[in-house]
């Protein structure tokens, strides 16, 4: 799995959700990624600023 430390895996369904709705910078390359490869299409990520 693509970014094991902001998505969870569900045993029984084999679905995937999010840890928390941030993502710390240093996952944010892999959690892109993740996105990225979906088959699913259903990561998105929405910028926000501070």
């Known amino acids: 799995?693509?970014?094991?430390d902001s998505f969870v895996l569900d045993d029984i369904e084999g679905h995937s959700s999010a840890v928390?709705?941030?993502v710390a910078p240093?996952?944010?390359?892999?959690?892109r990624e993740a996105?990225?490869?979906c088959p699913e299409q259903a990561i998105f990520?929405?910028?926000t600023t501070s």
């Open 45 to 47: 990520i929405t910028e």
């Open 35 to 37: 996105a990225q490869s």
């Open 26 to 31: 240093e996952q944010e390359d892999a959690v």
């Open 1 to 4: 799995m693509i970014a094991p």
């Open 20 to 22: 928390s709705e941030d």
